[in-house]
């Protein structure tokens, strides 16, 4: 390897501990800034024992945790065995991380179009097939794919094993833009005129799309690229982070603007149903 050549292999590892670190930051400084949020509109309220506050909080907590468990392993020298068990263990907390941001995305369509059957099997559907996949990319061809990087704990992951993942990424990308249109069909059948509730639930829909559609493709985007300067995956923190911290404002904003976050209307009255309100009155119906 030249000189030239190490530089460039240095930088490249440099952006991508910039990049996990700005993912790790930007989870963390949310959960400092609507702290105060979070406790007036969920711990002090009826909200806390509602469908969408329990999500909530293991959408929160899960993210927190393993965020702390991930922040600084890759900036430390550890032996091969360790950081493959690191590197394993945070792949494992992607897929459970994305599969609560859509199990939330599920409920909140399935309420939306008034607790049809048709609809939560459908979506439950799509998400199970998005799981398989994304266990498939992380765990299939693995062996011999990955060589330890120096500069930290890094493995670099060859053509095929790049491609692999990305479609883990990609899957989820068309599941947040089924979940999108499905929001956006919803809206475009019923009027929303005065139903300030209903328009929270399409704008911050049309806002979590915007951003996490947009960091999921520069993410898949860096599986394809051949650069020493970008590594693939080198954006699968920052958007995963991106995720968690837009769900949960997703979920908070709702619980700012109802008291309990869920209403227990019949889904016929749309003027004032919104996410979870219809499942929740489902379960009271059935208890």
Same mark, same amino acid.
């Given at each position: 390897?030249?000189? %030239?050549?190490?530089?460039?292999?240095?930088?490249?590892?440099?952006?991508?501990? =910039?990049?996990?670190?700005?993912?790790?930051?930007?989870?963390?400084?949310?959960?400092?800034?609507?702290?105060?949020?979070?406790? #007036?509109?969920?711990?002090?309220?009826?909200?806390?024992?509602?469908?969408?506050?329990?999500?909530?909080?293991?959408?929160?907590?899960?993210?927190?945790?393993?965020?702390?468990?991930? %922040?600084?392993?890759?900036?430390?020298?550890?032996?091969?065995?360790?950081?493959?068990?690191?590197?394993?263990?945070?792949?494992?907390?992607?897929? !459970?991380?994305?599969?609560?941001?859509?199990?939330?995305?599920?409920?909140?369509?399935?309420?939306?179009?008034?607790?049809? #059957?048709?609809?939560?099997?459908?979506?439950?559907?799509?998400?199970?097939?998005?799981?398989?996949?994304?266990?498939?990319?992380?765990?299939?061809?693995?062996?011999?794919?990955?060589?330890?990087?120096?500069?930290?704990?890094?493995?670099?992951?060859?053509?095929? %094993?790049?491609?692999?993942? %990305?479609?883990?990424?990609?899957?989820?990308?068309?599941?947040?833009?089924?979940?999108?249109?499905?929001?956006?069909?919803?809206?475009?059948?019923?009027?929303?005129?005065?139903?300030?509730?209903?328009?929270?639930? !399409?704008?911050?829909?049309?806002? =979590?799309?915007?951003?996490?559609?947009?960091?999921?493709?520069?993410?898949?985007?860096?599986? =394809? !690229?051949?650069?020493?300067?970008?590594? $693939?995956?080198?954006?699968?923190?920052?958007?995963?982070?991106?995720?968690?911290?837009?769900?949960?404002?997703?979920?908070?904003?709702?619980?700012?603007?109802?008291?309990?976050?869920?209403?227990?209307?019949? $889904?016929?009255?749309?003027?004032?149903?919104?996410?979870?309100?219809?499942?929740?009155?489902?379960?009271?119906?059935?208890?």
């Amino acid at each position: 390897m030249t000189p %030239a050549d190490a530089s460039q292999d240095a930088s490249g590892l440099l952006l991508l501990d =910039y990049l996990h670190l700005l993912g790790i930051t930007i989870l963390f400084w949310d959960h400092i800034i609507t702290l105060d949020n979070e406790i #007036k509109s969920l711990w002090t309220r009826r909200g806390k024992h509602s469908l969408s506050g329990y999500w909530f909080f293991v959408n929160r907590t899960f993210a927190f945790t393993t965020g702390v468990a991930v %922040a600084g392993f890759p900036f430390f020298g550890f032996g091969y065995e360790t950081c493959r068990n690191y590197s394993l263990f945070r792949e494992f907390a992607l897929v !459970v991380s994305q599969a609560i941001t859509g199990v939330i995305m599920i409920v909140r369509v399935y309420a939306l179009y008034g607790r049809d #059957k048709r609809i939560l099997w459908f979506l439950l559907g799509v998400g199970g097939c998005v799981v398989g996949v994304s266990v498939w990319s992380a765990t299939a061809g693995q062996t011999g794919s990955r060589a330890e990087l120096e500069g930290g704990c890094h493995f670099d992951l060859n053509t095929a %094993a790049a491609h692999r993942l %990305a479609g883990s990424w990609e899957s989820l990308f068309a599941f947040d833009l089924l979940v999108f249109g499905m929001t956006l069909r919803i809206a475009r059948k019923q009027s929303l005129a005065g139903m300030n509730l209903h328009r929270l639930i !399409v704008r911050d829909g049309a806002l =979590y799309f915007g951003i996490i559609a947009l960091a999921n493709l520069v993410n898949i985007m860096t599986y =394809y !690229v051949d650069s020493q300067s970008i590594r $693939p995956a080198s954006l699968t923190t920052f958007a995963n982070c991106m995720s968690a911290t837009m769900t949960s404002r997703l979920l908070l904003n709702l619980h700012e603007e109802a008291d309990t976050g869920v209403l227990t209307l019949p $889904p016929d009255q749309t003027d004032t149903s919104i996410a979870f309100a219809t499942v929740e009155q489902g379960a009271e119906e059935e208890v």
